[in-house]
């Protein structure tokens, strides 16, 4: 069962776009794991920055989080955010049509 995940980082003020920047670096070798479907980051309006994913499995999030690009991320980030990354795990729920109910 594929799972999504949602990460919101928590810049440092006036650190954002090193933030965006130091992510973007680490996107490639993410995308390049096994189970990966999709790692893209979204700058949101309340000034956090949020990366969303989707992965074929648990075993694969589970490989990724455990992994060196997730090792060589934190390294990047550590100190351009203001608190602890804010994680959450979900399981799709689908509704409606494939192209719009799930993501």
Do not use: N
């Not at 006036?14 to 096994?34: F, K, N, Q, S, Y």
Request: with cysteine; glycine share 6%; charged share 15%.
């Amino acid at each position: 069962m594929p799972v999504v995940v949602t990460a919101v980082f928590h810049p440092i003020a006036g650190r954002t776009a090193a933030l965006i920047e130091a992510l973007r670096a680490c996107i490639p070798a993410v995308h390049d794991e096994p189970g990966c479907h999709l790692y893209a980051i979204h700058d949101a309006e309340d000034g956090t920055v949020t990366m969303i994913e989707k992965w074929d499995t648990r075993e694969s999030l589970a490989a990724h989080a455990a992994g060196p690009a997730v090792a060589a991320l934190d390294a990047a980030v550590a100190e351009l955010i203001a608190r602890p990354t804010t994680v959450t795990t979900m399981t799709p729920l689908p509704a409606g049509t494939p192209e719009q109910g799930e993501l």
